[in-house]
């Protein structure tokens, strides 16, 4: 068995002197376990022996498939080099090898039976993709604690480990790193966004992450479609109708600061997301960010007001 302590300080203390055990979590051994435990040695060395790993977990084929699928987008991605079976993750890849853990440990779950407790959180990982109104309360508050104290990493690969919404994986971080607004003010925030100079906007799907830094033109809606009229450059036709939600987010990432207006549909998946640009020194550019400040308690106070 391994557990897991209350995030917060106040909590810990709290409960202690409540004469309670601070533990928020418990988790039981499985037959898989000694091969978890072997794919996280491994890979914080540097180094991952596919022969070895498959021989000695006589996996499926389509989970070995998948192991592979995921190296290759990890190689693809500057991640790790790959020579047959032998996987050496590069500079990045040591950085990021937390997060390329969590998504060989999800891989392996598959195995088990869907009962079998597979997580800290009080319902398991790796499920069908459920709506926000079907998410326990144990199970937000769970991620709400582990992100209190580390709001870094891919939140797409978070959402899917934790079979939960990008939209409710971003609600779960603390409140001061973002102000949610409704999809109705879809054509109104993108008219303010083509003022704003370059930004980059990202296209983030589980099959590829798609970029474009420069300006966002000005649109117009015709035929049920926000259509943008730039000449040059970015150019599209987007459906306003689809949004539900609008994200200003504000958040480290690869300890570095963003901030990104994040759009998403009724199914708590992310449309695109445009990011604020950079100075020189790679700062977020002070212009654009004391325009996303504004815009975003602009719109949360109409959000009060109305509510």
Known sequence: YSYANTATLADYTAAVQAGRKPVTGIQQADALQALRDRVVGHLETGHLDLTALFAEAALPAAVAEHIVGRID????????????????????????????ITELNAALSALLQA???????????NTAMR?????TSEHRQCLRERLADNQDGILEDLAR????PLLEVICC???????R????????VMGELAHWGDLTTMVHTQDLILEFKGPIPEGRLGHGFYNLIGRQGLSGHLRPDHCTDIIFLQRPFMSRDTASVQFFNATGECMF???????????L???????????????????????
Do not use: Y
């Open 285 to 307: 550019r002070p212009d654009q960010l004391e325009r996303f400040a504004a815009l975003a308690a602009r719109w949360r106070e109409d959000n009060e007001v109305n509510s």
């Open 161 to 164: 480990t934790e079979g939960m």
């Open 131 to 135: 709506s926000t109104s079907t998410t």
């Open 181 to 188: 607004i409704s999809g109705g003010h879809f054509t109104a």
């Open 73 to 100: 987008h990890w190689v693809a991605a500057g991640l790790a080099h790959r020579r047959e079976a032998s996987v050496d993750l590069t500079t990045a890849g040591r950085f990021w090898s937390n997060n390329l």
């Open 273 to 283: 997301k445009v990011f604020l640009g950079r100075d020189a020194e790679r700062r």
């Open 115 to 125: 009962d079998t407790p597979s997580s800290h959180c009080p319902i398991p990982r």
């Open 173 to 179: 971080l603390p409140e001061s790193h973002w102000t």
